[in-house]
């Protein structure tokens, strides 16, 4: 919904109704990810995309249908299905849409829940996409501290609640399934978490014409970009527009007192450019040490990773410490210019995330997605 969230808050502010197709599920090559979103409008405007072009005529008529009779619908879409190259899936994979019609009566929660994530603020949205009629298209909206809505069985609001939360703080969507009444090995019925958490952090450490390239590369990615230096003659805002702070501070004093402060998580990535051992080694004994992080990736040469280990074996890191360190940092692209080298830390990093090899796809068999 966050592709689609202006204009759909948009027509809700003013009373009117549109049909909003959610991807709830992918399995293979799927286009899209859980989450992306399409809006048929009131007066029949196509907004956003649930595959990059491929079933978005058969969607369209889905949501035409959904306004018309006022019920949700689901729909799975795949290779496989006897109309699968009529709607245009021919990548080999497979998705699964619900379309629900959303106006101020349907989903009155919708204006706290746009506020939220203009706010980043954290919030969910289950949502019951198969099960028994009463229950579908039901939703919990799940904050931090409290809840609203509900699907109509207490024991399922529990259970939701508690998924949907632990969704919410890995930044994830995804879908959780339950007996009708909320057993929790039970099935028959499934929801579809969204979760709203504000966007992960990169920190980028040392205030070099690479950190410039790799902060802009962040901030495409959907990161929020920090960057860190100890120099305040190189760290200023001007020379990093791509970054949304940057801060004076040695970077190992600042990176611990955001983990002290709750501010680095599992889905946090730093990227340490300094090279230089008076600020990587004690920056990096910090960074390894932190319980969880999304990635750390140290840039140098071989002679420079092989002299940082050393120091850092000194202060008693160990092999298993040192191993969660990408160094040198990126994939092999044959990287040159700061540019260069941002799309090569940037690919490792996805690589990592999705458990990508790193390899050409044209020499590879297979799907092209991985998980």
């Known amino acids: 919904m966050r592709d689609v969230l202006g204009k759909l808050d948009e027509w809700w502010a003013k ?14 090559s799927a286009p899209r990810q859980p989450g992306a979103s399409m809006l048929i409008g009131p007066n029949g405007e196509a907004v956003g995309s649930v595959s990059g072009g491929c079933v978005e005529g058969a969607v369209y008529e889905l949501g035409q249908e959904v306004l018309a009779e006022g019920r949700p619908l689901f729909q799975r879409y795949g290779v496989s299905d006897e109309d699968a190259f009529t709607v245009g899936l021919t990548c080999g994979g497979i998705i699964d849409i619900f379309v629900e019609k959303v106006n101020p009566e349907t989903y009155a929660e919708l204006g706290r829940i746009a506020e939220a994530i203009r706010g980043e603020s954290p919030v969910a949205v289950a949502t019951v996409i198969s099960g028994p009629a009463e229950r579908l298209g039901k939703r919990l909206i799940v904050w931090p501290d409290h809840v609203e809505g509900g699907t109509g069985a207490s024991r399922l609001d529990d259970a939701i ?21 909320g057993q929790r ?3 028959g019925l499934t ?12 920190i980028v450490f040392g205030a070099i014409d690479f950190a410039a390239a790799v902060a802009r590369m962040g901030s495409f990615l959907g990161f929020r970009v920090t960057v860190c230096d100890a120099r305040p003659v190189f760290a200023t805002a001007s020379r990093f527009p791509g970054a949304n702070e940057v801060v004076v501070e040695w970077p190992h004093r600042y990176l611990q007192a955001e983990a002290d402060a709750g501010r680095v998580d599992r889905r946090t990535v730093l990227c340490v450019l300094t090279h230089d051992p008076k600020f990587d080694v004690p920056l990096l004994e910090v960074a390894l040490r932190l319980p969880e992080v999304a990635y750390i990736g140290a840039m140098g040469s071989r002679r420079t990773h092989d002299d940082r280990e050393a120091r850092l074996r000194e ?4 092999e298993v410490e ?9 994939l092999d692209l044959g990287a040159r210019t700061p540019e260069e080298t941002a ?10 995330h999705w458990g990508g090899a ?14």
């Open 15 to 28: 009373g009117e109704t549109a049909a909003l197709a959610t991807v709830v599920g992918t399995y293979s």
């Open 161 to 181: 609640r508690d998924d949907a939360r632990g969704l919410l703080d890995a930044g994830r969507n995804g879908q959780v399934t339950y007996g009708v009444d």
């Open 185 to 187: 090995r039970g099935e």
């Open 191 to 202: 929801v579809f978490v969204e979760s709203f958490a504000p966007p992960p952090r990169m």
């Open 315 to 318: 202060k008693g890191l160990t």
């Open 322 to 330: 040192l191993a969660r360190m990408s160094s040198p940092i990126g």
């Open 343 to 352: 799309v090569s830390i940037a690919a490792e990093m996805i690589a990592q």
């Open 358 to 371: 790193g390899v050409r796809l044209a020499e590879r068999d297979g799907p092209i997605h991985v998980g």
